[in-house]
């Protein structure tokens, strides 16, 4: 299995765009020693000219141009290696980019009901899509299911999607509340190497149901949008919490770095990392905390092989 990691910023990306604090400042000056970032994705393939993409991302044009992988194959007109996209939830940073994919092709999307009904009736995407192209919705397996490619074969990946504590997005109002299903993680299995990737991109807890799945994957990416419970108040760039967003924080006693630490996993890395994430700063002490655990921090990308 081949992973790419495309983007690993949370929305708004690093520098986002609108954004003055000091991190962002910093990125824009040249004054911070830190690595850009696009909005989060990554892309899974088990032969290298088939892709499957996790989530998309408005950033998905840039994305695709610095991963000719991804680029029409060289005897089509047009065309991509990319036979579906698998969306975590309904969010914004991971489904604008499939108004970005819109030309021409059939696309496949798996999405929860809920995630189809957010990017139907709250955001109507689902219905201006199919204007420009035919897309076939599937609902994704809750357990492990061969994952076929475009043209119906198989594509040598089994996967589940797992459901985790989440919010609704917040374009669906303050009447919608969190349901089973408004996100999920996805677990893959190469079925001719044995390798196994685990995605949880948002992720409100380390739930039980997500707690056994740990120990059975050779790679986890999980969420590491912010460090800390209230990182946006200090930062000075809102006022909203990590938990009243629906994200686990990375640090502290409760955080995601001590309960995935003593883990054997031989590749943990965070994606999905806010601007203000301290964690994003090449040699701070949050970074280093990390690496000291045996932890990665991602970066647009990092590539690896299971």
Same mark, same amino acid.
């Given at each position: ?165 989440? @919010? ?61 419970? @209230? ?15 629906? @994200? ?23 994606? @999905? ?34």
């Amino acid at each position: 299995m081949y992973v790419r990691l495309l983007g690993t910023a949370a929305g708004g990306g690093f520098p986002q765009w609108n954004c003055n604090c000091p991190q962002c400042q910093g990125m824009r000056q040249g004054t911070l020693q830190a690595r850009p970032r696009s909005q989060s994705s990554v892309a899974l393939s088990t032969d290298g000219r088939h892709w499957f993409l996790l989530n998309a991302s408005p950033d998905v044009r840039q994305q695709i141009a610095a991963f000719p992988s991804l680029a029409p194959p060289p005897a089509c007109t047009r065309g991509s290696g990319i036979s579906a996209v698998l969306l975590t939830d309904a969010d914004l940073d991971h489904t604008l980019g499939l108004l970005i994919m819109r030309e021409g092709q059939r696309r496949t999307i798996y999405a929860t009901p809920n995630v189809r009904h957010a990017l139907t009736e709250g955001l109507a995407l689902a219905p201006a899509l199919q204007h420009y192209c035919e897309v076939e919705w599937r609902e994704p397996a809750s357990e492990l299911t061969p994952l076929p490619l475009a043209n119906g074969s198989l594509s040598g990946l089994s996967y589940a999607a797992c459901a985790v504590a989440g @919010h609704p997005p917040r374009y669906m109002g303050t009447q919608a509340l969190p349901q089973p299903g408004d996100r999920v993680g996805y677990r893959f299995v190469d079925t001719r190497t044995g390798g196994r990737l685990l995605y949880f991109p948002g992720l409100a807890s380390l739930e039980p149901s997500v707690k056994t799945l740990l120990p059975d994957c050779d790679a986890l990416l999980l969420d590491g949008t912010f460090w800390s419970e @209230h990182e946006m108040t200090e930062a000075r760039a809102g006022t909203t919490s990590s938990s009243a967003m629906g @994200h686990l924080p990375v640090g502290g006693p409760e955080g995601s770095l001590v309960q995935i630490a003593a883990l054997p996993i031989r590749r943990r890395i965070y994606v @999905h990392i806010n601007n203000t994430n301290p964690m994003l700063v090449e040699h701070s002490p949050e970074q280093r905390a990390v690496k000291e655990a045996g932890i990665e921090v991602g970066w647009d990308g990092l590539e690896f092989t299971l």
